[in-house]
């Protein structure tokens, strides 16, 4: 858990940084660099979503993803979280926490849903090692200080999402060695950079895509392994 810890660290102080220092940023400048940042965010979704080894099996958990997300209404539920945090630091939208709920939305997957998040995670669980998770939270220290300098205070909260999503894969992950193989560790990344990819296109403000609710898809690689593994 140390690794997890250094993590959310990491993006507490840069999504701090990025908040106090935005008002220095033009409106021009913020954009411009939004744009920049949604691009790269496609462009490390595309080469995530690269390592997949079952590719039919990525379409399936997409899609049975989608439909467990929209049937639990993740993404209204994710955005009423980021609501009910707004209120506590701001009396109204219009104060400057319009951009709370999109800057802790998009931070909490960004941060999550990267094959560095998942094998890091995967890695310290199984052997103790904090090496991956160490050098993500430094990626995500520098990534949120951008993201805060756009969005505000809101990326400071996704650091507890981090914490409850990293950890549980930690504990879960001592737990169950044997299922976390390498095609299983492949198949999530590519998972996970279909949602980079689709958090890219919101960026960019190309299409409202409700990333959150195709978080389940995450984890339909794993249900498949824990069946293959029975029966083999």
Partial sequence: MVGVLINVILIVIGGFTGFFIGEKFSKKLEEQVMDILGLSIIFIGINTSMQVENSVLMIISLVIGVALGNALNLDEKFNSLGDMLMNFIYKDKESGGSNFVKGFVSASLIFNVGSMAILGSITAGISGDNSILITKGILDGITSVVLAASFGIGVVFSGAVVLIYQGLIVLFSSFLKDIFVESLIAN???????????????????????????IPALFIPMVYQMIMAIFN
């Fill in 188 to 214: 999530i990344s590519g998972v996970g950079g279909i949602l980079i990819i689709a958090i890219g296109v919101n960026m960019l403000k190309l299409k409202d895509l409700k990333t959150a609710n195709m």
